[in-house]
């Protein structure tokens, strides 16, 4: 099946449903062809600097470290891969969302990690070679199993057995290669150069992202509300929030550090969310997709913010609580003290 076919029974199974229940079509929007094809380019631009940027992050010598113990790898991978997918999926179901709702939602939790939990690793004290790790493996185990979750769990749905652009999606993921091994070849024989680069491309990405948010708004700026409905808002906030603690819960009972438990929690719960885009804007036509492309940007949005509250917790909680040498340095006086007053 190619990404026309799917394109066009995804429209016309979204556009006989009904959004909420009131019989509204979300699928309708005038986008211009120029402003259209603007978006699309920002959105691949945004997408080649996030996996240059993750690419100039990737040591081969620490990927190879921890490759040969893979207990912690393994697990991340299924947290990432298991957890999020079954997340969206028991999301999109329990609130009953029609099919482009759905298959969005289902494309944002079978997405694998994204750049950002690295940042959010640090914040939390986490294992940060684990972390560029996990957004490594997971970036390229997401060719053959984003594509294979996405299969299985809209089998579930109805309207969407056949009518997922597969296509598109793997063309997306499979650009990301070039970028992605352009940046872990300047971190291998150019190393000096691969801050340089990260920096630039965190400008150009700041300016891409503006610019792209500006141009959405300005396009749906009529049916913006659609992304603001309770069922959308409800994913937004709890698809990360699960993602974090079940992460941590997974690494806990599997006997994982809490460094190493920390780590695989930030990145279950973060997303590619430049990944995300890139496949809702490119794979799906806007007259199909409607306003739900900016979806992603409402899940990063919640995603950081908790986050980043978890991390402030964390702090606290570190702050709080005294460390376990001094504890032990406590013990010892005490007993010390209390052997001086024996006769």
């Given at each position: ?8 029974e ?20 005038n ?73 969005t ?21 986490g294992?940060m ?8 493996c ?15 769990l ?48 965190l ?54 550090s ?7 929690s ?33 899940y ?15 702090r ?9 040498a001094?504890i ?16």
């Amino acid at each position: 099946m190619n990404g026309t076919t799917g394109n066009m029974e995804t429209a016309n199974v979204y556009n006989n449903g009904n959004l909420s229940g009131n019989g509204s079509r979300t699928g309708i929007m005038n986008i211009s062809a120029s402003m259209n094809m603007a978006m699309n380019i920002l959105t691949i631009a945004i997408l080649f600097i996030t996996m240059i940027s993750i690419g100039c992050t990737m040591e081969i010598s620490k990927i190879k470290a921890h490759l040969l113990k893979p207990k912690g790898v393994a697990i991340a991978l299924l947290a990432q891969f298991c957890i999020m997918p079954l997340t969206a999926f028991c999301l999109a179901k329990s609130l009953q969302m029609d099919p482009i709702k759905a298959v969005t939602v289902l494309i944002c939790g079978c997405c694998p990690g994204g750049s950002l939990s690295n940042l959010f690793s640090l914040l939390v004290e986490g294992d940060m070679n684990l972390s560029i790790v996990m957004t490594t493996c997971s970036s390229l185990a997401a060719f053959g199993l984003m594509p294979l979750l996405l299969y299985i769990l809209c089998q579930w749905f109805s309207g969407l057995e056949n009518a997922v652009p597969y296509i598109g999606i793997i063309t997306t993921l499979v650009s990301t290669l070039v970028p992605c091994g352009f940046g872990i070849l300047i971190n291998h024989y150019k190393p000096a150069y691969a801050s340089t680069v990260k920096q630039v491309g965190l400008s150009i990405l700041l300016v891409s992202t503006i610019v792209l948010v500006i141009l959405s708004s300005f396009a749906v700026k009529d049916v913006i509300w659609m992304i603001l409905m309770p069922d959308i808002l409800s994913v937004a906030v709890l698809m990360p929030l699960i993602g974090f603690t079940l992460g941590y819960v997974m690494s806990s009972i599997c006997k994982l550090s809490p460094q190493f438990s920390r780590t695989i929690s930030m990145e279950t719960g973060c997303q590619n969310i430049q990944l995300c885009t890139a496949i809702l804007k490119v794979a799906f036509s806007p007259q199909v997709i409607g306003p739900m492309f900016l979806f992603p940007l409402l899940y990063m949005t919640f995603q950081c913010t908790e986050a980043i509250i978890l991390a402030l917790f964390f702090r606290c909680y570190k702050t709080l609580k005294p460390p376990a040498a001094d504890i032990r340095m406590e013990y010892y006086v005490d007993v010390k003290q209390e052997e001086v007053k024996q006769p």
